[in-house]
């Protein structure tokens, strides 16, 4: 059961991390195709780019905090995991 359970939430980190950088990147591209500042494809690559590199160029201090202040550590278990990327999915 534990198996199937780190399966799933793994597949609900990968889809919450897919989704909120297909929204970011959706605003970022639209500011500047819209504004006339770039063409499509070129503002694609540019956000793409930027999504890719970020947490790995400007560090992740937000989900450092997150980790560290917000959850009650013996409350985070499989299930509770899950719960909190379902709903971050489904927001």
Request: glycine share 14%.
């Amino acid at each position: 059961m534990s198996g199937w359970a780190f399966v799933c939430v793994v597949a609900a980190a990968l889809c919450d991390g897919f989704l909120n950088g297909m929204h970011d990147g959706g605003n970022i591209l639209s500011t500047m195709v819209v504004s006339g500042a770039m063409n499509v494809r070129p503002a694609l690559w540019l956000v793409a780019l930027g999504e890719f590199s970020g947490p790995f160029l400007l560090g992740s201090a937000v989900v450092t905090t997150s980790g560290r202040d917000t959850p009650v550590p013996g409350a985070l278990t499989l299930a509770t995991v899950l719960a909190m990327l379902l709903g971050a999915i489904a927001m």
